[in-house]
C-alpha cells in the first residue's frame, strides 16, 4: 500500500497567517492527491483535487502543489472558518491511502 | 445541487447487523461510483472500498473483506453500507463519497453516519 506521510500533525497559527501542510508519498502518485478539510462537526469538503486544481467554490487563498513525492496544501492568509483538520488522499492506486491530518489550531 | 444525504445515527449491540444509507440526488446516480470511508474516535481517515454503480461491482480494501458489504438500491438512488457481526472495533463514523473517476477522484461527501457498539 501506498503510505502517505502527513506533517505538521498539529500546527497552530494566527490569523492572516500564511500556513503550508505537507503530504510524502512513499511510492509515486502521479498527482493523483486531494486536500479535504474536516470541520468540527465532522462534515469533509474537498478543497483540491490533481495535486493543485480547486474545487468550484473553493476560495484562492488554498492553493496546493508538488515538488517530487512531496504534495503541499497552502492557505495564504488564514481566516477564522479555516481552522480545522485537513487531510491528503492519494487516488492512484487501490487502496486509496489518506495522510494521518492535520489539526490546525488558532493561536 | 449535488447531495448526498446518509441515515442517522446506530446504536447496536456487538454481533448485530447495521445497514447505513447514502441517498445520492442532484445527478445521475448510476454515473458515478460510490466510495466509503470509516473514521473511528479521535482517529484519521481510512477507505473502505468503492461499488460501481453501473456495473454493481463492489470492491473492498483488504481491512474491510468478510463482514462489510456494499449495494445499491438504483431505483432510489440509494447506496447501503452493511457491517455483520459488529465489533466494538467496528464503533465509528462511516461516509460515503461520490467517485468521478480517475483523474477527479472523490468530490462530494455525505455528512456521515455514526455507529455505536455497545452491550
Known amino acids: 500500500d501506498i503510505q502517505m506521510t502527513q506533517s505538521p500533525s498539529s500546527l497552530s497559527a494566527s490569523l492572516g497567517e500564511r500556513v503550508s501542510l505537507t503530504c510524502r508519498a512513499s511510492?509515486?502518485?502521479?498527482?493523483?492527491l486531494s486536500w479535504l478539510q474536516q470541520k468540527p462537526d465532522g462534515t469533509i469538503k474537498r478543497l483540491i483535487y490533481a495535486a493543485s486544481t480547486l474545487d468550484s467554490g473553493v476560495p484562492k487563498r488554498f492553493s496546493g502543489s508538488r515538488s517530487g513525492s512531496d504534495y503541499s496544501l497552502t492557505i495564504s492568509s488564514l481566516e477564522s472558518e479555516d481552522f480545522a483538520d485537513y487531510y491528503c488522499?492519494?487516488?492512484?492506486?487501490?487502496?486509496?491511502?489518506f495522510g494521518g491530518g492535520t489539526k490546525l489550531e488558532i493561536k | 445541487q449535488i447531495q448526498l444525504v446518509q441515515s442517522g445515527p446506530e446504536l447496536k449491540k456487538p454481533g448485530e447487523t447495521v445497514k447505513i444509507a447514502c441517498k445520492a440526488s442532484?445527478?445521475?446516480?448510476?454515473?458515478?461510483?460510490m466510495n466509503w470511508v470509516k473514521q473511528a474516535p479521535g482517529k484519521g481517515l481510512k477507505w473502505m472500498g468503492w461499488?460501481?454503480?453501473?456495473?454493481?461491482?463492489?470492491t473492498y480494501g483488504d481491512d474491510f473483506k468478510g463482514r462489510f458489504a456494499f449495494s445499491l438500491e438504483t431505483s432510489a438512488s440509494t447506496a447501503y453500507l452493511q457491517i455483520n457481526k459488529l465489533k466494538n472495533e467496528d464503533m465509528a463514523t462511516y461516509f460515503c463519497?461520490?467517485?468521478?473517476?480517475?483523474?477527479?477522484?472523490?468530490?462530494?461527501w455525505g455528512q456521515g453516519t455514526s455507529v455505536t457498539v455497545s452491550s
Open positions: 442532484g445527478y445521475t446516480f448510476t454515473n458515478y461510483g
Open positions: 488522499l492519494q487516488y492512484a492506486t487501490y487502496p486509496w491511502t
Open positions: 511510492q509515486e502518485i502521479s498527482g493523483y
Open positions: 463519497a461520490r467517485d468521478r473517476g480517475s483523474f477527479y477522484g472523490m468530490d462530494q
Open positions: 461499488i460501481n454503480t453501473y456495473t454493481e461491482e463492489p
